[in-house]
């Protein structure tokens, strides 16, 4: 059974990884790009990841964890 998502972090990481989730697969993503978005499969694919790593880096800026032994 899932556990019940309890802080303001938990409920932005988990709205990142869902968004992510939910991007087009990369193969399909090459075989519609230029009929949906007009560009080539593999521009529309690099755009992607682009997409993907702002979502991650939005996810986490601001975000400190602390290590063992007190270092961050």
Do not use: F
């Not at 519609?32 to 986490?60: S, T």
């Amino acid at each position: 059974m899932a556990r019940a998502i309890n802080t303001p972090l938990e409920v932005k990481l988990y709205d990142a990884l869902k968004r992510i989730s939910q991007y087009e697969q990369p193969e399909r993503l090459i075989k519609n790009a230029e009929r949906v978005y007009g560009i080539p499969g593999e521009e529309a694919l690099e755009y992607a990841y682009e997409n993907v790593l702002g979502e991650a880096k939005r996810a986490i800026k601001g975000v400190r964890i602390r290590r063992h032994g007190g270092q961050l």
